[in-house]
């Protein structure tokens, strides 16, 4: 016999979730869900929730993927280099809060143990 267990995620858990699912176009919610320890539908309702509330906008919304450097031996002007360092900023951020949201749950799921 198959029995499920419910788990409760504190609301600040689904919310950075979500936030990282709707970051992350390059990523699936599939993957993302695994990385954070809970199950694909789950986030998907959390993804849908969070939509349905106006909150986040439409995935695929987010950085722009940082570009290569100029090569063969010409110097970037500084738009290109201010650009560029937006964009370094951007995903420095991202992987914070990737690496925040994951520690939260590394956090979680520590003080479910009963060993």
């Known amino acids: 016999m198959f029995l499920m ?8 858990f689904k919310a950075d979730a979500v936030a990282l699912v709707l970051s992350r176009p390059d990523r ?4 993302i ?4 320890g809970v199950s694909r539908e789950t986030l998907r309702v959390w993804v849908r929730a969070a939509q349905a509330r106006g909150e986040g906008g439409q995935r695929g919304a987010g950085a722009a993927p940082v570009g290569k450097a100029a090569s063969g ?6 738009d290109v280099l201010e650009e560029e360092n937006k964009q370094l900023k951007a995903r420095i951020r991202e992987l914070e809060q990737e690496r925040d949201i994951l520690r939260k749950a590394a956090k979680l799921f520590a003080g479910e143990t009963n060993w």
Do not use: Q, W
Request: charge should be negative; hydrophobic fraction near 25%.
């Open 5 to 12: 267990v419910m788990k409760n995620y504190p609301p600040e």
């Open 28 to 31: 699936t919610i599939t993957s």
């Open 33 to 36: 869900a695994r990385d954070l």
């Open 73 to 78: 031996g010409h110097v970037p002007s500084d």
